[in-house]
């Protein structure tokens, strides 16, 4: 079973526009991260937040996470077309696990 | 560094055939995992490791083995393929960051067609 849900399944805005992406989840979690996978490529790691943030930046990427309703948004401003890519939420299970659970990904789609 | 490294990269077998793909790191993570891919899905973990000779089953482990004797190579083993193992896999390495959690290095991925 899945423990990340992405919201919206795709996504498509013009080149300068700011994407907003949502990820909800079901147990407890230690940390949320967003990966991005560009097609035919693996997943590449883009920003890492704790259960104890509530907000983290990281260039034009801004992560939110609110534990009180499991969820959390990566904002991704002033985009571009090179962000065109399925970006991924993944959470541990808690309690110290060594495994991620991926979600099923929004397809963002920015056109020039 | 090659980072994390994946052969082939496109394989197709016939109903029940073995085969195993490679997977090897140089960035001498301790972890490392086996994921597939399906069409419209995320990951699914199918096997991970925490170390030379230790191994566990994710999500979707039946009809996959899985060794750990280096730290660098963690191959994963179709026993008897199955149409139902058409899939991408992705190999990846990782080391827990700053934030407490495994950061995940992925491979380019294996394309296996099952017929």
């Known amino acids: 079973s899945q423990q990340g849900e992405e919201d919206p399944q795709a996504l498509s805005i013009q080149e300068g526009e700011n994407a907003t992406m949502n990820c909800s989840y079901k147990t407890s979690i230690n940390n949320l991260q967003w990966y991005r996978q560009n097609s035919g490529r693996g997943l590449v790691h883009l920003i890492l937040?704790?259960?104890?943030?509530r907000e983290k930046h990281s260039g034009r990427l801004r992560v939110t996470l609110d534990t009180s309703k499991k969820s959390s948004s990566l904002l991704i401003t002033a985009s571009r077309a090179a962000d065109t890519a399925s970006y991924f939420c993944?959470?541990?299970?808690?309690?110290?696990?060594?495994?991620?659970?991926f979600g099923k990904g929004t397809k963002l789609t920015v056109n020039p | 560094n090659a980072g994390v490294t994946q052969t082939p990269k496109f394989q197709v077998l016939k109903t029940g055939q073995s085969m195993t793909l490679q997977c090897a790191q140089d960035m001498n993570h301790e972890y490392m995992s086996w994921y597939r891919q399906d069409p419209g899905m995320g990951l699914r973990l199918i096997h991970y490791s925490v170390g030379a000779g230790i191994t566990d089953q994710g999500e979707v482990p039946n009809g996959y083995n899985v060794s750990r004797s280096t730290t660098e190579d963690f191959p994963l083993r179709l026993l008897s393929a199955a149409p139902s193992q058409t899939s991408v896999y992705f190999c990846a390495s990782s080391y827990y960051a700053g934030g407490g959690g495994l950061e995940q290095f992925f491979g380019p991925g294996t394309r296996l067609t099952v017929l």
């Open positions: 937040i704790r259960s104890n943030e």
């Open positions: 993944a959470t541990d299970a808690g309690g110290g696990s060594e495994k991620l659970v």
